[in-house]
């Protein structure tokens, strides 16, 4: 739409809001998604948030663990990036409740997280970017939809064409 244009709707969406970012410029189009994959199945979770702070990240951990859980996956070792929120107490304490080990990324390293990174990629081709949204929430009321595809339907190539959920062996508890 242009830088014109583009400024124009800056500045309504400020007026409107009226919330800014810490240089004082308007907020707008902040949403964070918070995202965890089954390293063997690629199964994936996401939740939205506006924020990216150790309260957050240690909600998601738990509501991850607990929907893996009813999945029939047992979380031994997550595997995060160097973040603030991963460097906190809180997150080594949440980890150590939860009896998960805590493992970090090597800074510069892109290929040590290379199945989220994919993951990304791919949520914002098929998900994000893919068509035009009316407003965020539009788009965020799009997203359980498009991570339904993505584990029940959608075929991996790094799993054999399969979808991810299929990996899951004992999904309907046969073997529990």
Avoid at 90 to 106: A, F, M, S, V, Y
Wanted: contains cysteine; positive net charge.
């Amino acid at each position: 739409m242009g830088k014109q244009q583009g400024d124009k709707n800056r500045s309504a969406t400020a007026a409107r809001t009226g919330e800014r970012n810490k240089h004082r410029q308007p907020l707008i189009g902040t949403c964070y998604l918070h995202t965890v994959i089954d390293d063997h199945s690629r199964v994936a979770y996401v939740e939205a948030h506006d924020d990216e702070t150790k309260e957050t990240a240690t909600l998601v951990l738990r509501n991850a663990t607990a929907w893996f859980a009813e999945r029939g996956v047992t979380v031994q070792r997550v595997l995060s990036d160097n973040g603030s929120c991963y460097r906190s107490h809180l997150w080594r304490d949440t980890c150590t409740d939860l009896g998960i080990t805590p493992k970090k990324t090597r800074p510069y390293r892109p290929q040590t997280n290379g199945k989220i990174e994919r993951f990304h990629r791919t949520l914002a081709e098929g998900w994000a970017f893919k068509k035009f949204y009316n407003s965020e929430s539009a788009r965020l009321a799009a997203l359980p939809g498009w991570i339904h595809e993505y584990n029940h339907h959608r075929p991996h190539s790094a799993i054999g064409k399969a979808a991810p959920i299929t990996r899951l062996d004992n999904l309907a508890g046969h073997h529990s």
